[in-house]
């Protein structure tokens, strides 16, 4: 992981700044926040869901960390996209730059990898 961040260190810095400008500031103290959005970024360049390159047990843990640390995002979330795919597709918005094929995500020919059962 440190080989991949080290080349993609800019990626590590966009998700970082999304998850932190969104988190709530009443979860816990400013260091927790940035730590826990630390971690959620490099975890991020993982090759598995997001859950899986965390550690954790499920997806439904990472939904939970995810209401308490970043509640507006998940607000945003509100067709629950896959959290690795969300937060790209929330930079890519961002930076005004569509990934969908389609303009809208019910016509586009990858829902069903967006949105569809994760496997694994």
Not at 9 to 33: K, M, N, T, Y
Not at 43 to 55: E, P, V
Not at 63 to 81: E, Q
């Amino acid at each position: 992981m440190l080989a991949r961040r080290a080349t993609r260190d800019d990626e590590v810095d966009d998700v970082f700044s999304l998850l932190v400008a969104h988190a709530d500031e009443a979860a816990g103290p400013r260091e927790q926040i940035e730590r826990v959005a630390l971690t959620v970024a490099v975890a991020s360049l993982g090759d598995q869901h997001l859950w899986q390159d965390l550690g954790l047990a499920s997806r439904a843990e990472l939904s939970a960390l995810m209401r308490h640390w970043f509640p507006a995002l998940v607000a945003k979330n509100h067709r629950d996209m896959k959290w690795k795919k969300f937060l790209y597709r929330q930079l890519c918005e961002r930076e005004q730059v569509l990934i969908c094929k389609s303009p809208s995500c019910v016509a586009c020919s990858d829902f069903d990898l967006c949105f569809g059962p994760e496997t694994g």
